[in-house]
Antibody, heavy 121, light 108 residues
Framework: EVLLVESGGTLVHPGGSLRLSCEAS????????MHWVRQAPGKGLMWVSR????????NYADSVKGRFTISRDNGKNTLYLQMNSLRVEDTAVYYC??????????????WGQGTLVAVSS | EIVMTQSPATLSVSPGERATLSCRAS??????LAWYQQKPGQAPRLLIY???TRATGFPARFSGSGSGTEFTLTISSLQSEDFAVYYC??????????FGQGTKVEIK
């Protein structure tokens, strides 16, 4: 069974920093592109960042570029999101998710349960 | 940057009735379109990929259609467990994933 477990979310002041983690199991993590997606309270889904299988390619939404850094440790099956210069508008549940992966008969992707980041003074 | 627009924002449907949800892309996404179901307090769950292929675990009453810029999710006979928010998502263009704003399917 594919399992993604996020951690690290908490209350932080504007301008502060936080590192989220996403521990993966049940699949070959090192073969999967990974994403972070966030959801502000009562709002829709917003893609945040993506990383390729070996961490050599990363992409970011404009709203977080220069402030957030995605990384991974394939030896620990763990994805990270370093969040600096946090703003009130970064308040959201942060999900890690796999890219679409396909077997011979079907495709799927997996999401964690999310971790809440609250930015407030 | 591509924009995904869903309509309506809220759909009120009685159990057993048909629900039709729409998703429009600001430019072609070919068939690289997914639908997700999200229930309160839960993560999104992949429902449809490739515009029309049902993901494992979802019954045949869910169907997706369309290509290019116009897409539809149809729930043929709503069951109580189907009341949720549905998001479309493109994975063809930049940014890598773009979601629509969601359609809430609620009990009439």
């Amino acid at each position: 069974e594919v399992l993604l477990v996020e951690s690290g979310g908490t209350l932080v002041h504007p301008g502060g920093s936080l590192r989220l983690s996403c521990e993966a199991s049940g699949f070959t993590f090192s073969n999967s592109w990974m994403h972070w997606v966030r959801q502000a309270p009562g709002k829709g889904l917003m893609w945040v960042s993506r990383i390729n299988i070996d961490g050599s390619t990363t992409n970011y939404a404009d709203s977080v570029k220069g402030r957030f850094t995605i990384s991974r440790d394939n030896g620990k099956n763990t994805l990270y999101l370093q969040m600096n210069s946090l703003r009130v508008e970064d308040t959201a549940v942060y999900y890690c998710a796999t890219s679409l992966y396909c077997s011979t008969s079907s495709c799927s992707n997996s999401w964690g349960q999310g971790t809440l980041v609250a930015v407030s003074s | 940057e591509i924009v995904m627009t869903q309509s309506p924002a809220t759909l009120s449907v009685s159990p057993g009735e048909r629900a039709t949800l729409s998703c429009r892309a600001s430019q072609s996404v070919s068939s690289n379109l997914a639908w997700y179901q999200q229930k309160p307090g839960q993560a999104p769950r992949l429902l449809i990929y490739g515009a029309s292929t049902r993901a494992t675990g979802f019954p045949a009453r869910f169907s997706g259609s369309g290509s290019g810029t116009e897409f539809t999710l149809t729930i043929s006979s709503l069951q109580s467990e189907d009341f949720a928010v549905y998001y479309c998502q493109q994975y063809n263009n930049w940014p890598p994933w773009t979601f629509g704003q969601g359609t809430k399917v609620e009990i009439k």
